[in-house]
T-cell receptor, first 109, second 113 residues
Framework: QQPVQSPQAVILREGEDAVINCSSS?????VHWYRQKHGEAPVFLMI?????EQKGHEKISASFNEKKQQSSLYLTASQLSYSGTYFC??????????FGGGTRLMVKP | DAGITQSPRYKITETGRQVTLMCHQT?????MFWYRQDLGHGLRLIYY???????DKGEVPDGYVVSRSKTENFPLTLESATRSQTSVYFC????????????FGQGTRLTVV
């Protein structure tokens, strides 16, 4: 079963903040976040591991609640380049990596 | 060049035909994945592989077959293509999903007419 993301779409003005949420019904080893521009492949942003370790982007932060199997991605002071579709991905036992349905983010000038 | 490549980039095929999508990675990553991307569904896992000769079903495996005789290659075959398999297909590789990032190929846009 795919992780569930919310909201499905967000429209921001440059400089505004946004939070994207991701929830899984299964026990996770880690949560990944990716961004996809139109017509391109998804690109890695960040991975959150059990125990709080994070690897990834300098200007984007995220959290991982291991007990609730939930993660949130925080985009602060958004830039035009942040526009795209954001996906969370759940890494489960056996190294299966399943993606959420995506959150479309549009940043306007 | 190091990376992960898919071929073809675009493919049009007729209903009932067999078609194979190729995926090749140069990092010797253990794990490889096939996803399909459709509007409203995000990326759905079709099949994945933990190593050569080890494959497993994902969320939507029906109508697809995979093989992995060599670590670097992971072809996806549609045995008898249907219109519902019209989609963009992405291949990805990762060393270990628990703590390393996945790298994606450029995608293959498949149209079944």
């Amino acid at each position: 079963q795919q992780p569930v993301q919310s909201p499905q779409a967000v429209i921001l003005r440059e400089g505004e903040d946004a939070v994207i949420n991701c929830s899984s019904s299964k026990a996770l080893y880690s949560v990944h976040w990716y961004r996809q521009k139109h017509g391109e492949a998804p690109v890695f942003l960040m991975i959150l591991l059990k125990g709080g370790e994070q690897k990834g982007h300098e200007k984007i932060s995220a959290s991982f609640n291991e007990k609730k199997q939930q993660s949130s991605l925080y985009l602060t002071a958004s830039q035009l380049s942040y526009s795209g579709t954001y996906f969370c991905a759940a890494a489960e036992a056996g190294n299966m990596l399943t993606f959420g349905g995506g959150t479309r983010l549009m940043v306007k000038p | 060049d190091a990376g992960i490549t898919q071929s073809p980039r675009y493919k049009i095929t007729e209903t009932g035909r067999q078609v194979t999508l190729m995926c090749h990675q140069t990092w010797s990553h253990s794990y490889m994945f096939w996803y399909r991307q459709d509007l409203g569904h995000g990326l759905r896992l079709i099949y994945y592989s933990a190593a050569a000769d080890i494959t497993d079903k994902g969320e939507v495996p029906d109508g697809y077959v995979v093989s992995r005789s060599k670590t670097e290659n992971f072809p996806l075959t549609l045995e008898s293509a249907t219109r519902s398999q019209t989609s963009v297909y992405f291949c990805a590789s990762i060393q270990f999903a628990g703590n390393t990032e996945a790298f994606f190929g450029q995608g293959t846009r498949l149209t079944v007419v």
